[in-house]
């Protein structure tokens, strides 16, 4: 299979390290790779020769190569600008799920994606559980879903904190218009359950943690789920976990390897918007 990467940045040369020097993913190499930006080029070039697949300055030429599939590694800005596009060409494993707190876009994907019979891949990053919400939200048995959040502080904010504190609360769909770069696991959450709207978000800033915990609550008619994940944090960016980058594989491996064992988190498009696990 020959991936397209959209990114160049900590995740991006994650993804070129394992798939295309370790080779983790027998028979899947990233082929080429993309940056539209003039004052980017020069990088470009470099990172393109060192893991020997070839740079596009031009998203048609990106998608008129061999790739079979596009991996999103960049920003929210980046799906709003070429989502569309790229489902009418390709299928499309999308990293900034945030995109999707833009119901509008959301839609229009969808509806782009069942119209090419192409497929959005959202892999479940640095949260587990989703089965459980997914399931329960299925049958309606669903209620009341709240995610809470705790990083270091400096990943967070610049401001020097002598003790914790709590820098947002509020739905699914506020923490992404105001942590970008922090809130991809609440909408991840969101589209397995409730929604953007009805998902409750609270982001706390720690000096003393050393890593990102999520801690994820859920209640219903089915019971209540309590589940919490303590992830270090990636080493070239703090903001993101370090499991986010295997959850990438993860979904590349299931994608190239259907009957692998490995698990991911798979938002088909669908008349249904079903989300499902595959082992």
Same mark, same amino acid.
């Given at each position: 299979m020959n991936i397209g990467l959209i990114g160049k940045g900590a995740l991006g040369t994650f993804l070129l390290e394992k798939i295309n020097v370790d080779q983790l993913i027998p028979g899947c190499r990233i082929t080429a790779i993309i940056d539209e930006r003039e004052h980017a080029h020069n990088d470009l070039v470099r990172i393109a020769h060192d893991y020997e697949c070839v740079p596009f300055d031009s998203m048609d030429a990106f998608l008129d190569s061999t790739i079979d599939l596009v991996v999103e590694c960049a920003n929210i800005d980046v799906v709003r600008k070429y989502g569309e596009a790229i489902l009418k060409r390709k299928s499309l494993l999308l990293i900034?799920?945030?995109?999707?707190?833009?119901?509008?876009?959301?839609?229009?994907?969808?509806?782009?994606?069942?119209? &090419?019979?192409?497929?959005?891949? %959202?892999?479940?990053?640095?949260?587990?559980? %989703?089965?459980?919400?997914?399931?329960?939200?299925?049958?309606?048995?669903?209620?009341?879903?709240?995610?809470?959040?705790? &990083?270091?502080?400096?990943? %967070?904010?610049?401001?020097? %904190?002598?003790?914790e504190q709590v820098i947002f609360q509020g739905s699914a769909k506020e923490a992404i218009h105001k942590f970008p770069k922090n809130a991809n696991v609440a909408i991840a959450l969101s589209l397995a359950g409730l929604g953007i709207e009805k998902t409750n978000v609270t982001i706390i800033a720690d000096p003393y943690s050393k890593k990102n915990v999520h801690h994820i609550h859920a209640s219903g008619s089915f019971g209540d789920y309590e589940g919490t994940i303590m992830n270090n944090p990636s080493p070239e960016n703090p903001k993101t976990s370090y499991v986010t980058g295997l959850s990438i594989l993860a979904t590349l491996k299931n994608v190239h390897e259907p009957q692998s064992k490995s698990v991911e988190f798979v938002y088909s498009m669908s008349k249904l918007n079903c989300i499902h696990i595959t082992q």
């Open positions: 900034s799920i945030g995109a999707f707190s833009d119901v509008v876009l959301k839609e229009r994907m969808e509806k782009i994606a069942l119209e &090419k019979s192409h497929q959005i891949y %959202l892999p479940s990053g640095a949260i587990g559980g %989703l089965d459980i919400i997914k399931a329960a939200n299925f049958a309606g048995a669903l209620d009341h879903v709240t995610l809470t959040t705790r &990083k270091p502080a400096h990943s %967070l904010t610049s401001v020097q %904190l002598e003790e």
